[in-house]
């Protein structure tokens, strides 16, 4: 996989009318559903990139800084069971 070619589709993601619709209203964070303001939002991949995951919008959700730190190469399915 080419994460320089994904990362940069992310950049553009993030540039997108799509992204910038999604974030101007009343946004949560993907995981802890806290609400977050415009300028707190980060882009976390659900798959990661390091594990064959795509820069698209189907792929992408709007996180918190501490939720996408936390979750860091993991998916949601990872995130679950180590909270099991």
């Not at 009318?17 to 980060?42: D, G």
């Not at 995951?53 to 993991?74: A, H, I, L, W």
Request: aromatic share 6%.
């Amino acid at each position: 996989m080419n994460y320089k070619k994904e990362k940069e589709k992310a950049r553009e993601l993030r540039k997108s009318r799509w992204w910038q619709n999604l974030i101007s209203s009343s946004v949560k964070c993907h995981y802890c559903e806290k609400p977050l303001a415009k300028e707190e939002v980060t882009m976390d991949h659900l798959i990661p990139l390091s594990r064959g995951g795509k820069s698209t919008r189907g792929n992408v959700v709007p996180s918190c800084k501490p939720c996408n730190n936390e979750k860091k190469d993991q998916t949601p399915v990872d995130l679950l069971f180590l909270k099991l």
